[in-house]
């Protein structure tokens, strides 16, 4: 049984992650202004059910590799420390993003979902950002490593849910913010960063 305090500093973190400006909630971002709040909602489930492939890809590989050795498990863990400090590196140093709306952008809502899916499963540094970030919630004392990296994807995709269907709902509103917003951009990317770097302790330490 996973404790809740876990379970909640997990969807908090999930939360703010997915708040952070990138290719994936700009997409959301974009095709909810272009074509509508449904164009926004069908990206979104697009999306998310590409993470359910790499949730399920890393939850039955990490439990093979913890399986194998409970070295190479933590050698993992610590790879992902670093992956983390990398990403925190990034969102420290990236700048603002401006969207760019152009009617020819305009997709059917099934190419809108099937793009999302794709986008989501043939983007390697998700796979890679799964591997660095559900490991370390996870605890082989509370039992199936399995159930719990799925319980946690779940999780994350839940948070996702949440945060790119309201951008998809308030996609008027925020493509002014993220247009004309340049600090409020840079204060989240500092905010992610500090999560980023919080969570590679975390790793290294416990």
């Not at 909640?8 to 992650?17: E, G, H, W, Y």
């Not at 999302?116 to 591997?131: A, C, E, H, Y």
């Amino acid at each position: 049984m996973i404790p809740i305090d876990v379970l909640i500093t997990f969807f908090l973190a999930s939360v703010l992650l997915a708040l952070a400006p990138g290719p994936d909630n700009i997409f959301v971002l974009t095709q909810s202004a272009l074509s509508g709040k449904l164009a926004g909602i069908v990206v979104t489930c697009g999306l998310c059910t590409g993470l359910i492939v790499h949730t399920l890809a890393v939850a039955f590989g990490v439990a093979v590799i913890f399986q194998t050795s409970a070295i190479a498990f933590t050698v993992l863990k610590i790879c992902g420390a670093g992956y983390l400090l990398y990403l925190a590196w990034q969102a420290f140093r990236s700048s603002a993003s401006r969207i760019q709306s152009n009617n020819k952008d305009r997709l059917s809502y099934l190419k809108l979902y099937r793009r999302g899916i794709i986008m989501n499963v043939t983007n390697p540094k998700v796979s890679i950002f799964f591997l660095a970030f559900l490991p370390q919630f996870a605890d082989p004392a509370r039992g199936s490593l399995t159930l719990q990296l799925i319980s946690f994807g779940g999780i994350f995709i839940v948070a996702t849910v949440l945060v790119f269907g309201s951008i998809a709902l308030m996609a008027g509103f925020l493509s002014q913010w993220f247009n004309r917003s340049a600090k409020g951009q840079q204060i989240m990317n500092r905010i992610v960063g500090t999560v980023f770097v919080a969570l590679a302790i975390n790793l290294v330490i416990i």
